[in-house]
C-alpha cells in the first residue's frame, strides 16, 4: 500500500488540493500496480510563517487551471461557434493540425478548411486525459466520436476522433488531430 506525503504552504483551495492529491495517485500507479483506495496520500499544510527558503517566508503559487477544463472550454466554443472565446484561448505560436494538412495557426483557417467538407461537426466524448509533459506544458488527449453532416446535408455520427492539444501558461499552444472521417466519408 503506497502511502505520500506531501507539505504544501497553506493557501490552496479544496479543490486545488483535490486535484493534487487525484494526481499523485495516478502517478505511482503508473508505476506500482495498486488500485486507487489502496494508495493513501497525506497533505501537510504549513503558514508561510513556518516556511522559510532563502532566509525569506514564502507564500504559494497560484494553482495552475485544471487542463481538461480549458480544453472543455475550448472545444465548448468551437462547437457554438464562438470563435472570439476560442481564440481568446490560443497562446502564441499556436499551431493544429487536422488529417492530411499541414499545420494551422488560425481558426479563421481552420473554418475555411472545413468549409467543403462538412456543414458542422459536434463530439461525444467518451473521456479526457491530462498529463504534465517533462517540458513546460500539459497534455490533454479527448477522445469519442463525431457527428454532424456533410456539406450535401446528409447526416453523419459514429465517427472516431482523438484530439491532443498541449497548453502552456493556460493557453493552447498546439492541437493534434485525428479521426477517421475520410474512410467514413468514402463509404457513404
Given at each position: 500500500m503506497p502511502v505520500i506525503e506531501l507539505h504544501v504552504l497553506d493557501g490552496y483551495t479544496d479543490s486545488d488540493k483535490t486535484r493534487l492529491c487525484k494526481a499523485l495517485t495516478?502517478?505511482?500507479?503508473?508505476?506500482?500496480?495498486?488500485?486507487?483506495?489502496?494508495?493513501?496520500?497525506?497533505?501537510?499544510?504549513?503558514a508561510p510563517a513556518e516556511y522559510m527558503r532563502g532566509r525569506?517566508?514564502?507564500?504559494?503559487?497560484?494553482?495552475?487551471?485544471?487542463?481538461?477544463?480549458i480544453i472543455r472550454t475550448f472545444l465548448g466554443a468551437m462547437e457554438a461557434r464562438d470563435l472570439p472565446t476560442a481564440q481568446d484561448m490560443l497562446g502564441a505560436?499556436?499551431?493544429m493540425t487536422f488529417p492530411g494538412t499541414q499545420p494551422m495557426h488560425s481558426l479563421d483557417a481552420l473554418v475555411k478548411w472545413a468549409a467543403p467538407r462538412y456543414r458542422f461537426v459536434t463530439k461525444t466524448?467518451?473521456?479526457?486525459?491530462?498529463?504534465?509533459s517533462a517540458g513546460d506544458h500539459a497534455i490533454v488527449y479527448c477522445r469519442g466520436t463525431l457527428s454532424g453532416e456533410w456539406p450535401d446535408g446528409t447526416p453523419f455520427d459514429g465517427i472516431r476522433f482523438i484530439d491532443r492539444f498541449e497548453i502552456t501558461a493556460g493557453l493552447l499552444t498546439?492541437?493534434?488531430?485525428?479521426?477517421?472521417?475520410?474512410?467514413?466519408?468514402?463509404?457513404t
Open positions: 495516478d502517478a505511482v500507479r503508473i508505476v506500482v500496480p495498486a488500485p486507487p483506495e489502496a494508495v493513501t496520500v497525506m497533505l501537510h499544510e504549513m525569506l517566508h514564502r507564500s504559494p503559487a497560484p494553482a495552475l487551471p485544471d487542463p481538461i477544463e505560436g499556436f499551431s466524448y467518451e473521456g479526457f486525459d491530462a498529463m504534465q498546439r492541437q493534434d488531430v485525428w479521426n477517421d472521417i475520410a474512410e467514413h466519408k468514402g463509404t
